[in-house]
């Protein structure tokens, strides 16, 4: 039943596929074309387009990659010596959904002028992380994010919701499931592991456009994986969006006091094929470590999850985002969230479907802990890397369980509600600008060049880049000038 057409031809998993495999695919289906995909620096898909001369052709192209510039693709390669390989990933190919001629794609890696991988392209830069992480802690990590996004269309009268009552609306009210739907059909197809689509919070009007927020949610993968499907997820939504003539936008601020859009990113780890998250029903050490190194690299992660000044326009009380580093369980207000989990065997299905038999099964590994503060503007390998490698700073950090402990909230208090003010005071706070969050990722510089994932340099150019953003006084500014924040918006509204 697997909607990869690939898997079902090929009657193999993905990581199992061979350049022989495509190549047979390609042959025996008529695949006249071929597209490499690749992310330079900012995260948006590039693309180089191939026409299929012959089967030695193809097996050329899948084997030997090609050439491009990386000085166009990365700020920091010098023109002089910007040649880079570009070399497909097998387990990435997909048969693109948009072609009219049959086309296969295909996510790839760079290597440099000596055939070693390119050190600071930030799909590397993430492979280095998950490697790291599984040789110092024996686990992996794996992840998924949270898609959400504004459709931008023209308003109309019939059916319309309340202002920021959106939430899990049906058609009617609910006017773009069918562009969603269709959406997550695509990615299913591509390779993607959905878990869901709904309407988010968000909606209202104005200026005779309706502003509706959606979200896509995914199934834990590896880390790497899940990397490379958000970014085809990007590609595939504005692509469709394009052809249906709407706009479509991941900006997570689009003006002042209606909702944001965020990429949460859920993690799980895991040990061997099992889940390492719950023992008991509570859980683990080794989670609460991991939960730890988010708390410990709290102030600074927003360097990669929140790169723009638009960022931290979202992320303000009030509005279901972060501002306080905490975790809780099931908490919307704190900056991680255990989610509810399943943590105990249950017979709900026995209870709503009474005809069913009684059996009591184990969905205890479903378990994850979310990070809520970061963004699609976010270079997602960059972002997924640096979750990694703060994980992994708890998990060998002798203090991790007394952070764990002291950054805790309870259930079912709000931070943001003025009679918890005191707790919020006794927290410490996530960065109000991007400047603000250079300053942290300089100070934690160390939890990210550990293991040789990040290196100075890209932290560096990254401390150099956010710095760049004129940010004076910016919430300040904002909020009495929707016009400077529209402006903002329009410069930026294509970014991630």
């Known amino acids: 039943m697997n909607p990869n ?103 790839c890696a760079f290597f440099d002028r000596e055939g070693k991988p390119f050190a600071s392209s930030p799909q590397h830069i993430l492979h280095k992380a998950s490697e790291a992480f599984k040789e110092r802690t024996g686990l992996r990590m794996e992840t998924m994010g949270e898609l959400e996004y504004y459709i931008v269309a023209p308003a109309e009268e019939l059916y319309q919701v309340a202002d920021q009552r959106g939430y899990h609306e049906s058609e009617p009210f609910n006017k773009f499931t069918q562009f969603r739907v269709e959406a997550m059909g695509m990615l299913a197809k591509c390779g993607a592991r959905i878990k869901y689509g709904h309407s988010e919070v968000g909606n209202f009007t104005a200026s005779g456009r309706v502003f509706e927020q959606n979200e896509i949610e995914f199934l834990p993968v590896d880390i790497e994986d899940a990397a490379d499907q958000l970014v085809i997820a990007k590609w595939i939504m504005r692509q469709l969006a394009y052809t249906y003539g709407l706009e479509l936008t991941f900006a997570p ?52 999850g929140n790169p723009h000044p638009l960022s931290f326009m979202r992320l303000v009380p009030h509005q279901e985002a972060p501002t306080s580093l905490c975790w809780s369980f099931s908490n919307r207000s704190a900056l991680v969230r255990v989610p509810l989990g399943w943590t105990v065997p249950l017979d709900m299905a026995h209870t709503a479907n009474p005809a069913e038999k009684p059996s009591l099964l184990d969905f205890s590994g479903k378990q994850t802990f979310e990070w809520r503060a970061s963004d699609a503007f976010a270079d997602t390998y960059l972002l997924m890397a640096a979750l990694c490698c703060a994980a992994r700073h708890g998990l060998e950090n002798p203090e991790a369980l007394e952070v764990a402990r002291r950054t805790f909230v309870e259930l079912g208090v709000n931070i943001h509600d003025h009679s918890n003010q005191q707790i919020q005071e006794s927290l410490e706070q996530l960065p109000a600008s991007c400047a603000e969050a250079a300053d942290e990722l300089e100070k934690d510089r160390a939890i990210y060049t550990a293991g040789d994932v990040f290196s100075d340099s890209i932290i560096d150019y990254t401390v150099r880049y956010l710095k760049s953003f004129d940010e004076n006084c910016l919430r300040q500014c904002m909020a009495g000038n929707d016009e400077a924040l529209r402006q903002m918006v329009r410069d930026s509204i294509n970014n991630g």
């Open 5 to 107: 057409p690939l898997v079902q031809y090929l009657r193999k998993l993905p990581h199992e596929f061979t350049r022989e495999d495509l190549v047979r695919y390609c042959r025996e289906t008529g695949v006249r074309y071929l597209n490499f995909h690749y992310c330079g620096w900012g995260g948006r898909l590039k693309t180089l387009n191939f026409v299929i001369l012959d089967e030695d052709h193809l097996r050329t192209v899948l084997e030997a990659g090609e050439r491009v510039d990386g000085s166009s693709l990365f700020p920091f390669v010098e023109a002089g010596r910007s040649d880079l390989y570009v070399v497909p990933r097998y387990h990435t190919a997909f048969l693109n959904p948009f072609s009219q001629e049959p086309t296969l794609d295909v996510l």
């Open 253 to 304: 601020k689009i003006t002042v006091g209606k909702a944001g859009s965020g990429m949460h990113v859920h993690c799980r780890l895991m040990r061997g094929d099992g889940s390492a998250m719950l023992r008991d029903g509570q859980l683990t050490d080794e989670a609460r470590r991991a939960i730890a190194g988010w708390m410990m690299a709290g102030t600074s992660l927003p360097a990669f």
